[in-house]
């Protein structure tokens, strides 16, 4: 489907395009400098601009497994790297005759076969060159960093009853982090860093056509547009790319012809999900939707109006 | 490899590898952590891309040398510095001229050919056309920035011209409809255009000096992220919700894991099940992180309002880490508001509430410390004990009045931990009616006018291991 090596940047974000990802410029740059020099990239961005995703499509680009690891606090060596079977290897204790020497058993229960390969370690032991990702690494604790710093710089992992197991293949590695912590030094110096931020708004216009290519051109413009205003309000959680998706989707299927206070009060809840956002959107985009055209009688289905809107219309809403 | 330590102005080698080099370590002089390594990465990366393309050349030098959001902001500016520098020493050695700046005869224009290139200005920033855009900052500066010979201080000259065009970014509803600053004109956009003016008139002044002015190290304000950290509301929500999930993830070792982990017998058994009843597993009981019991002291003086009202909705915030919290707030008395902040969610209402109830400013309106430590005494006083944790956020401005440090020595030695938490820079400390000297002996004072140093703060205070030291 693609080429082994991609050659330039350009070609990136072609192939990118391709499978269904718009990257942005400095994006494809990266990802291209990443399948060049082997080197980790570590993403960084707010929550929804698509860092998982970028992943999944260069392993779909690349035609290349995607090996995941969700990282969280508690995470140890034993669910990343890997783990002794040792049920199985007591039931070989107990299924081997008494009298055989302890060397024989040890030789026998200490191999591959008891070995429990987890994301990191199967995706060094590949055969195919991989996509690893390493989903959320500002979760886990320090100590667990650490432990990366071997398999990033080396791709090796050091078993102390089997030896060292090192990468035939270079795995392409992306971390992502949402900043919950400061990531050390010494990690951060193994990456290349690629900071993901909100799409400007031709880039998710764009996004936005290409998963719903039904939406009239018009309506995707001024939803893109609204959602950039929504992302301007001091909100819990301002709406990510795939919500902006997601209502693209949800306004086709209800066969909006344009987005008025009306549609959008109703279809708010696609894109704002946290009750006190929803009243502070309404108040500062809402009502500014129905301003331009008609002022239509505020429908009663939609979620509360704000009752004291005295307070909010003093500041501005910047 | 030597070069003059970070200046492309003096002789030395020239070249690629060089001025690279010599970036790396401009960058390290602004206090971006630039390893060998990086360096040897940024030449890795060169190898990779053309770098005939600006764009490609800065993004590939970004993604190797400034690893955070920050580091990639400061890098941004030293990397248009160094070589808008870089750029003009050549042009300045070779001897060239541009012909932009000299283009006399357009200072004869009438209003109407000048209000027709407004438009035109107008309209290129609503499209946002870099190129554009740049040739009309050249030309903006030859017809409206030469009429009083400049004021020599670029940033004023930049804002004169921008009114000069009439560009603003809210709409102007006075104008024609077919006028693009009707509507208002993008924000950043416009911002960049100011950018081009500034970079235009830096250009034009090294021309006319014939000489590079002095290199200049990048202020604090520079350097802070686009919204001061009391400007814009909507930045500080966001850093205290990410403070807050810091502190949630802060991780095991902040809490001292393992040092003296009690084996969870009960759950050991359970897990033992799966292996035939030996214990193969031990499960250990969980630390419990302390949540200390704080009293906050908040000066709401006008002097420091924004500040203070700010950092009570922090601490409000952070309310689940806390076992207790009650805070107050002065300026000559004092007063609790513990259940204002309880009530109300929306910062805007909390700070009116407080301005307008809480009735703190009795006869004169200015601070009164001494009076307000001993009103403290008076209604915590019994409540006060070593595990308790009391932070005071003020100037410590008294007004000239006095400031009864014996009173506040009480206070902090019945708390566990005083820490004093001042919004002035560490500069004028101890200036003019300043007298934190006279409390600092007996709390731990920080300034905090950054979100920064705020996050210094709350990560001191939550750290368990700084146990009651009196």
């Not at chain 1, 032991?125 to 979760?139: C, F, R």
């Not at chain 1, 031709?202 to 893109?224: F, G, Q, W």
């Not at chain 1, 509360?304 to 909010?312: F, I, K, M």
């Not at chain 2, 420091?304 to 309310?319: E, K, R």
Request: hydrophobic fraction near 40%.
């Amino acid at each position: 489907m693609s080429a082994a090596t991609p050659n330039s940047s350009q070609q990136v974000a072609e192939g990118l395009r391709s499978v269904g990802y718009l990257p942005s410029e400095s994006t494809a740059l990266v990802a291209f400098l990443a399948t060049k020099l082997g080197k980790p990239v570590l993403v960084e961005g707010p929550a929804g601009v698509g860092k998982t995703e970028l992943a999944k499509a260069l392993a779909r680009y690349l035609d290349r497994e995607l090996i995941r690891l969700q990282c969280y606090e508690g995470l140890d060596e034993a669910k990343a790297l890997y783990e002794w079977n040792y049920r199985k290897q007591l039931l070989r204790i107990q299924a081997e005759a008494s009298d055989t020497g302890w060397e024989a058993v040890q030789q026998d229960i200490f191999g591959e076969e008891f070995l429990l390969a987890r994301p990191l370690m199967s995706a060094i032991a590949s055969e195919q060159p991989v996509v690893l990702l390493i989903d959320e690494i500002d979760k886990t604790d320090q100590e667990f960093e650490a432990m990366l710093l071997e398999v990033l710089s080396d791709f090796q992992i050091s078993i102390p009853e089997l030896g060292r197991v090192s990468s035939t293949t270079h795995p392409v590695v992306l971390l992502t982090s949402n900043n919950s912590r400061e990531l050390t030094e010494a990690l951060k110096r193994r990456c290349l860093y690629l900071w993901l931020d909100y799409p400007a708004l031709e880039h998710e216009l764009e996004i936005v056509k290409l998963h719903a290519p039904d939406l009239p051109e018009t309506i995707a413009r001024r939803l893109v547009e609204v959602v950039g205003m929504v992302r301007e309000l001091d909100l819990k959680k301002p709406p990510s790319i795939a919500e902006s998706i997601d209502w693209a989707r949800a306004l086709l299927l209800l066969g909006a012809r344009d987005i008025d206070t009306a549609t959008f009060n109703q279809t708010m809840s696609v894109i704002v999900k946290h009750r006190t956002d929803m009243d502070i959107v309404a108040e500062r985009v809402g009502l500014r939707l129905g301003a331009g055209a008609n002022e239509p009688d505020r429908d009663g289905d939609g979620p509360a109006q704000p009752a004291a809107a005295a307070p909010g219309a003093q500041t501005s809403p910047r | 490899m030597a070069t003059s330590p970070g200046d492309p102005d003096g002789p030395g080698p020239t070249g690629i590898a060089a001025s690279l080099l010599a970036l790396g370590e401009q960058l390290r002089e602004e206090g971006i952590a630039v390893g060998t390594s990086e360096l040897l990465d940024a030449f890795a990366v060169l190898r990779e891309i053309p770098w005939t393309s600006q764009g490609d050349f800065k993004e590939a030098l970004a993604a190797t040398l400034a690893k955070s959001q920050e580091d990639r902001r400061v890098f941004e500016l030293v990397f248009d510095r160094f070589f808008f520098r870089a750029v003009e020493m050549a042009s300045v050695r070779e001897g060239l001229e541009s012909e932009g700046a000299t283009a006399g005869a357009l200072e004869e224009l009438s209003e109407t050919e000048l209000d027709a290139l407004r438009m035109q200005i107008a309209a290129a920033i609503r499209d946002g056309a870099e190129g554009a855009m740049r040739d009309f900052a050249r030309l903006a500066i030859a017809t409206f920035g030469q009429q009083e010979k400049g004021s020599g201080v670029i940033g004023v000259d930049v804002q004169r011209i921008r009114r000069a065009l009439g560009l603003r970014a809210e709409p102007q509803p006075e104008l024609p409809p077919e006028d693009p600053r009707r509507d208002g004109l993008p924000r950043e956009t416009l911002r960049r255009f100011e950018v081009m003016l500034r970079r235009e008139l830096e250009r034009a002044q090294v021309q006319r000096a014939g000489q590079l002015p002095p290199a200049r190290p990048l202020g604090e304000l520079d350097r802070a992220l686009p919204s001061g950290p009391l400007a814009d509301l909507a930045a500080v929500h966001r850093v205290v919700a990410q403070l807050r999930r810091r502190l949630a993830t802060q991780g095991k070792q902040a809490r001292g894991h393992r040092r003296h982990a009690h084996v969870d017998v009960r759950r050991t058994m359970r897990a033992s099940l799966q292996t035939g009843g030996v214990p193969v597993e031990l499960r250990y009981r969980p630390r419990r992180p302390r949540r200390p019991e704080i009293y906050v002291l908040c000066d709401v003086s006008t002097s420091v309002t924004s500040a203070s009202v700010f950092f009570l909705s922090v601490l409000h915030a952070l309310h689940d880490s806390f076992r207790k919290m009650r805070s107050f707030v002065f300026i000559e008395r004092i007063s609790e508001v513990t259940d204002v902040f309880e009530r109300e969610r929306d910062f805007k209402a909390v700070s009116e509430r407080i301005s307008s109830d809480a009735g703190v400013a009795d006869i004169s309106g200015y601070t009164d410390y001494g009076r307000v430590w001993s009103e403290l005494i008076e209604l915590i006083g019994d409540d006060l004990h070593p595990r308790a944790t009391l932070i005071v956020l003020g100037d410590a401005r008294t007004n000239g009045r006095d400031p009864r440090a014996e009173l506040f020595a009480q206070i902090a030695v019945r708390a566990g931990r005083t820490f004093w938490l001042n919004p002035e820079p560490r500069l004028y400390w101890n200036y003019g009616d300043s007298v934190i000297a006279a409390y600092e002996q007996w709390c731990t004072a920080f300034e905090c006018w950054t979100t920064a140093q705020l996050e210094d703060f709350v990560k001191a205070l939550t750290r368990p291991d700084l146990a009651p030291a009196r």
